[in-house]
């Protein structure tokens, strides 16, 4: 089961849309709780609490310290999942697969927003964790879920 993180430093307002996104993987089993990170509009947070589930942390860094799972999918709010993902996911962590990046539709300038599946000991290793630093901790071979 994972843990994952949004990022909300960027895009609040996409947070309502990927939050109903994560809903069919928690169903599903794959995902054990949802830390938000870096905050947004409180009465929006506290609505989306109430409905989801989801708990707040102030950064990204204290979301992964906060984690229950020792796997974690770090997502931006502004991602728009592809379709399937839920299926490339499951696929990808009942083969055993490890680290992953998660490439999801949309962006600007053919820049596609991404998010990073990885594993909590090697984020908390990182000072000042962001998706950027994590991406970059994965290397350039890093398997796309794509």
Do not use: C, N, Y
């Amino acid at each position: 089961m994972l843990t994952v993180i949004v990022e909300t430093a960027d895009a609040g307002d996409r947070l309502p849309a990927l939050l109903a996104a994560l809903t069919s993987a928690a169903v599903e089993g794959l995902v054990r709780e949802v830390l938000i990170a870096g905050g947004g509009p409180p009465e929006l947070l506290a609505v989306l609490r109430e409905e989801t589930g989801a708990e707040l942390a102030d950064d990204v860094a204290a979301a992964i310290k906060a984690a229950r799972s020792d796997r974690l999918l770090v997502l931006p709010a502004r991602i728009r999942l592809k379709a399937g993902w839920l299926e490339m996911l499951a696929r990808h962590l009942r083969g055993g697969e490890g680290d992953a990046v998660i490439v999801g539709e949309g962006g600007f300038f053919g820049e596609k927003p991404f998010g990073v599946l990885i594993g909590q000991s090697v984020a908390a290793g990182l000072a000042h964790p962001d998706l950027k630093r994590l991406r970059g901790q994965l290397g350039r071979g890093a398997v796309r879920l794509a």
